[in-house]
């Protein structure tokens, strides 16, 4: 799989790199740093891909991960139109990764913006039939949901590039999977969760707590008080990839509908297509197992990590070695 993450916003893509790092049933290939809107509130830029790739560098070495070679930086601006690509070191590596002579399923799974995707797509349009694309973006679909209160009126994901999602979705033959924003909304844990089964996890669990706390705070202090709740809006991309079901593969303990892909208009709203490709569209995922799986996860390696630290038989004692972790 390749990773797309817009890594300097929002800290729920934090949870997700983690998550996906410590799945041994997923092949990490890439993970692309990609861009923030211009003035976005967690990074507010001019050059948050850059900043993105700080982050995931230290989120690898955090897990003690030396392979940063699977680490590229995106495009720092969006698509100026749909027919001009935005080159970068992760526009190649998608290119070079998609075309591998591999008969493996290529899964891209994106929590932000598509620039990356649509800029390699325009390079190399052959890619578009080698891979599905896991988007978490969008907004509701008319007949399955309505949008929450005081919604924006382009989704968060989507007003990151809308030029490039029209390539992905208009212009392009990619096979989507679409978790849109009154199912990535569902994914909700608690203050009380967060402290007791993430902060608990050795370090790697504090700073994923810390980096999520800040942001709690700063949002109780500017607004009506805090929520006791946090969004893990691009944990799905985990339990679409690395938690299938062992028997017929598939998501089985999630549900989708299946639609023809629309086209996304100017205004971020989607344009019926008679006839067109089809794609999934999640309505409901399955956060128990999704967050469960991560919650242990995080705290089986922060035990690892702990006896790997420690000199003596407790080291020798462990059943999953480095390399196992490394994967």
Same mark, same amino acid.
């Given at each position: 799989?390749?990773?797309?993450?817009?890594?300097?916003?929002?800290?729920?893509?934090?949870?997700?790199?983690?998550?996906?790092?410590?799945?041994?049933?997923?092949?990490?290939?890439?993970?692309?740093?990609?861009?923030?809107?211009?003035?976005?509130?967690?990074?507010?830029?001019?050059?948050?891909?850059?900043?993105?790739?700080?982050?995931?560098?230290?989120?690898f070495a955090r897990l003690g991960l030396d392979s940063t070679e699977v680490i590229f930086g995106g495009?720092?601006?969006?698509l100026a139109d749909r027919t001009t690509p935005q080159d970068s070191p992760a526009a190649t590596a998608?290119?070079?990764?998609?075309?591998?002579?591999?008969?493996?399923?290529?899964?891209?799974?994106?929590?932000?913006?598509?620039?990356?995707?649509?800029?390699?797509?325009?390079?190399?349009?052959?890619?578009?039939?080698?891979?599905?694309?896991?988007?978490?973006?969008?907004?509701?679909?008319?007949?399955?949901?309505?949008?929450?209160?005081?919604?924006?009126?382009?989704?968060?994901?989507?007003?990151?590039?809308?030029?490039?999602?029209?390539?992905?979705?208009?212009? @392009?033959?990619?096979? #989507?999977?679409?978790?849109?924003?009154? +199912?990535?909304?569902?994914? /909700? %844990? =608690?203050?009380? *969760?967060?402290?007791?089964?993430?902060?608990?996890?050795?370090?790697?669990?504090?700073?994923?707590?810390?980096?999520?706390?800040?942001?709690?705070?700063?949002?109780?202090?500017?607004?009506?008080?805090? @929520?006791?709740?946090? #969004?893990?809006?691009?944990?799905?991309? +985990?339990?679409?990839?690395? /938690? %299938? =079901?062992?028997? *017929?593969?598939?998501?089985?303990?999630?549900?989708?509908?299946?639609?023809?892909?629309?086209?996304?208009?100017?205004?971020?709203?989607?344009?019926?297509?008679?006839?067109?490709?089809?794609?999934?569209?999640?309505?409901?995922?399955?956060?128990?197992?999704?967050?469960?799986?991560?919650?242990?996860? /995080?705290?089986?390696?922060?035990?690892?990590?702990a006896a790997a630290d420690t000199p003596g038989p407790s080291l020798r004692s462990t059943h999953t070695?480095?390399?196992?972790?490394?994967?």
């Amino acid at each position: 799989m390749i990773i797309d993450n817009d890594f300097s916003g929002d800290p729920d893509d934090l949870y997700q790199l983690v998550h996906h790092l410590l799945s041994p049933t997923v092949a990490i290939r890439a993970v692309i740093a990609s861009h923030l809107r211009e003035g976005d509130p967690f990074d507010a830029g001019p050059r948050t891909a850059d900043n993105a790739v700080l982050v995931v560098e230290d989120v690898f070495a955090r897990l003690g991960l030396d392979s940063t070679e699977v680490i590229f930086g995106g495009a720092n601006d969006s698509l100026a139109d749909r027919t001009t690509p935005q080159d970068s070191p992760a526009a190649t590596a998608i290119i070079d990764e998609a075309l591998r002579d591999d008969e493996s399923p290529l899964f891209y799974v994106a929590g932000g913006g598509l620039t990356d995707l649509a800029s390699a797509y325009l390079l190399e349009p052959r890619i578009a039939d080698r891979m599905t694309v896991i988007w978490i973006g969008g907004p509701e679909h008319r007949g399955l949901a309505s949008p929450p209160p005081g919604a924006m009126p382009i989704e968060y994901n989507l007003l990151i590039d809308v030029t490039a999602a029209q390539v992905v979705f208009n212009d @392009a033959a990619f096979t #989507i999977w679409q978790v849109p924003r009154d +199912v990535y909304r569902q994914c /909700l %844990v =608690s203050n009380a *969760e967060l402290r007791l089964r993430v902060a608990t996890a050795g370090e790697l669990g504090r700073y994923l707590y810390d980096e999520v706390a800040q942001v709690i705070e700063r949002e109780a202090a500017a607004g009506p008080g805090a @929520a006791g709740t946090y #969004i893990l809006g691009d944990s799905p991309l +985990v339990l679409l990839t690395a /938690l %299938v =079901s062992p028997f *017929e593969p598939d998501t089985s303990s999630s549900r989708h509908v299946g639609r023809p892909t629309p086209s996304i208009g100017d205004d971020g709203g989607y344009l019926d297509v008679p006839g067109a490709r089809p794609m999934r569209v999640y309505t409901w995922v399955d956060t128990r197992l999704m967050f469960e799986d991560f919650y242990l996860k /995080l705290h089986e390696f922060s035990s690892w990590q702990a006896a790997a630290d420690t000199p003596g038989p407790s080291l020798r004692s462990t059943h999953t070695t480095s390399d196992e972790w490394k994967r």
